[in-house]
């Protein structure tokens, strides 16, 4: 069936640093793909998404792209802030819109200052 | 309300009880999903519905698990026979129709003794 993997955590960054969490999935078809944030006490907010081959989703700094080739939707931020502490989930809907999202495990990251 | 609202937000069971967790959608959502998530671990389907149709529960794990959605806006997730393995986050989520993005609520924390 359909699934996601993404890098284990929990990452720790200091501030302003590079971040990249990577996410590769597996579909049978033409799967939309998203990242979720999690931050502390809070529900889960959609950070960016992309619907087909080559789209690159961004908010906040944050981008990743859509990679057809290397089923991959890798997460990346230029300089981290300490705000951006929280678990990142990325995940797919597979085909019609109206369906169920299908998660990865969570990458939980720390910003220190 | 402005989102996606659950409650109660935390609930002790003993196990062998009864429990009833609600949703209240986004206004005018007609899709609500019900997800479940293990500590450390990403959220996973549970069920779906479409106004007050159960169009998908192929998540739901045992035949314990039931939930109804009777008149197309709340939706309660009842969990007969609680287990210790039942103990999660349990998210609901509402989107409008033909639209990728599901938003969740904070989500009710279920802790069986």
């Known amino acids: 069936g359909d699934s996601v993997t993404q890098m284990e955590g929990p990452v720790t960054l200091s501030e302003e640093a590079f971040l990249t969490i990577n996410c590769t999935y597996t579909a049978t078809g033409y799967p939309s793909l998203f990242w979720y944030v999690q931050y502390p006490g809070e529900g889960l907010q959609l950070l960016l998404k992309a619907t087909k081959a080559d789209d690159k989703g961004s908010n906040k700094g944050f981008e990743a792209t859509y990679r057809k080739e290397t089923t991959s939707f890798h997460l990346e931020k230029g300089s981290v802030q300490v705000s951006d502490s929280a678990v990142y989930f990325c995940?797919?809907?597979?085909?019609?819109?109206?369906?169920?999202?299908?998660f990865g495990k969570g990458t939980r990251l720390h910003i220190l200052p | 309300g402005a989102g996606v609202s659950q409650s109660p937000r935390y609930k002790v069971a003993k196990r062998g009880q009864d429990v009833a967790l609600r949703c209240d959608p986004i206004?005018?959502?007609?899709?609500l999903f019900w997800y479940q998530q293990a500590l450390g671990q990403g959220p996973e389907f549970l069920t779906y519905?479409?106004?007050?149709?159960?169009?998908?529960k192929s998540g739901l794990p045992s035949d314990r698990f039931f939930a109804e959605r009777p008149e197309g806006s709340v939706s309660t997730l009842k969990i007969q026979r609680t287990q210790q393995e039942d103990s999660a986050v349990y998210l609901c989520?509402?989107?409008?129709?033909?639209?990728?993005?599901?938003?969740f609520g904070p989500g009710t924390r279920l802790t069986v003794l």
């Open positions: 989520a509402s989107s409008s129709p033909g639209m990728d993005t599901q938003y």
């Open positions: 519905f479409q106004n007050e149709a159960q169009l998908d």
């Open positions: 995940a797919l809907i597979e085909g019609h819109r109206d369906d169920k999202i299908i």
């Open positions: 206004s005018g959502h007609v899709s």
